[in-house]
């Protein structure tokens, strides 16, 4: 798979992309990345992006040739036309879900926006529109690094052990259940005694007993699409009654 971004700040992403497991993917050839710097098609010596809004108002707004030049320019490189992506908060909720078809293309283009945003004709350019959340950031390129590092974590070989990802929050819709490390005990907090049985099968009910929990309590909003049976979900929403919490305080 290849990442492109196209960004005013092109030298922000290797630092992060070379790194741990992004870094370790890179190199195994897992994904492929290239930055490209937007100012590289501007006619102007100031090598000029933006410029003041029709209408008035505050900042400076990304002016739409360029977006148009570079990603005309972008897309005639290699055999396949990237997947065009933009960012705004119009866009739809990136969640799991949108990660994982993204894993699913070969080469997906991450435009980033700076200032007040981009002119609204560029967004003709995009072929999906995303929002991180109902804020703002500084740039795009955070957002674009987030979506990297959401859909590498997806891709065959990315992770040591390939139940990572399988296991995470959000696999099947819940949040992951509740996990913990020596010591066994710590300051009056305890580890589940299950998890210290060595019986696999007990653990495992009650590791799903535990997102189930965790998800009624913390996040009842993703019960309703979650991938689990009717009885799971009365379940849960049992539990939220119950007022229990799936995590350290239980003992």
Same mark, same amino acid.
């Given at each position: 798979?290849?990442?492109?971004?196209?960004?005013?700040?092109?030298?922000?992403?290797?630092? /992060?992309?070379?790194?741990?497991?992004?870094?370790?993917?890179?190199?195994?050839?897992?994904?492929?990345?290239?930055? /490209?710097? $937007?100012?590289?098609?501007? *006619?102007?010596?100031?090598?000029?992006?933006?410029?003041?809004?029709?209408?008035?108002? =505050?900042?400076?707004?990304?002016?739409?040739?360029?977006?148009?030049?570079?990603? @005309?320019?972008?897309?005639?490189?290699?055999?396949?036309?990237? *997947?065009? +992506?933009?960012?705004?908060? @119009?866009?739809?909720?990136?969640?799991?879900?949108?990660?994982?078809?993204?894993?699913?293309?070969?080469?997906?283009? $991450?435009?980033?926006?700076?200032?007040?945003?981009?002119?609204?004709? %560029?967004?003709?350019?995009?072929?999906?529109?995303?929002? #991180?959340?109902? /804020?703002?950031?500084?740039?795009?390129?955070?957002?674009?690094?987030? +979506?990297?590092? %959401?859909?590498?974590?997806?891709?065959?070989?990315?992770?040591?052990?390939?139940?990572?990802?399988?296991?995470?929050?959000?696999?099947?819709?819940?949040?992951? /259940?509740?996990?913990?490390?020596?010591? %066994?005990?710590?300051?009056?907090?305890?580890?589940?005694?299950?998890?210290?049985?060595?019986? *696999?099968?007990?653990?495992? =009910?009650?590791?799903?007993?535990?997102?189930?929990?965790?998800?009624?309590?913390?996040?009842?909003? #993703?019960?309703?699409? =979650?991938?689990?049976?009717?009885?799971?979900? @009365?379940?849960?929403?049992?539990?939220?009654?119950?007022?229990?919490?799936?995590? +350290?305080?239980?003992?």
């Amino acid at each position: 798979m290849r990442f492109e971004t196209l960004s005013v700040f092109p030298g922000v992403f290797e630092p /992060y992309l070379s790194t741990s497991i992004m870094g370790r993917a890179r190199e195994a050839g897992i994904f492929e990345f290239e930055a /490209y710097d $937007l100012r590289d098609w501007t *006619h102007d010596r100031h090598r000029t992006v933006d410029d003041a809004p029709f209408g008035g108002g =505050a900042g400076m707004l990304m002016a739409a040739p360029p977006f148009f030049e570079s990603i @005309a320019d972008i897309s005639s490189r290699g055999d396949a036309k990237p *997947h065009v +992506v933009f960012f705004s908060p @119009a866009g739809r909720p990136f969640d799991e879900a949108c990660a994982r078809e993204l894993s699913e293309r070969d080469r997906v283009l $991450l435009v980033c926006g700076r200032y007040e945003g981009i002119d609204e004709r %560029a967004f003709s350019l995009a072929d999906e529109v995303i929002s #991180l959340g109902d /804020y703002v950031l500084t740039g795009g390129e955070l957002a674009a690094m987030v +979506v990297i590092d %959401a859909v590498v974590r997806l891709l065959p070989g990315a992770l040591g052990d390939e139940m990572s990802s399988v296991d995470e929050s959000f696999s099947d819709g819940l949040l992951e /259940y509740a996990q913990y490390t020596r010591p %066994a005990d710590y300051d009056g907090m305890s580890v589940p005694p299950v998890l210290l049985s060595g019986n *696999h099968a007990e653990i495992a =009910a009650w590791r799903r007993e535990n997102a189930l929990e965790r998800t009624a309590l913390m996040r009842p909003d #993703l019960l309703e699409s =979650a991938d689990i049976s009717d009885e799971e979900r @009365a379940r849960a929403m049992e539990l939220a009654r119950m007022g229990k919490r799936g995590d +350290v305080r239980d003992g």
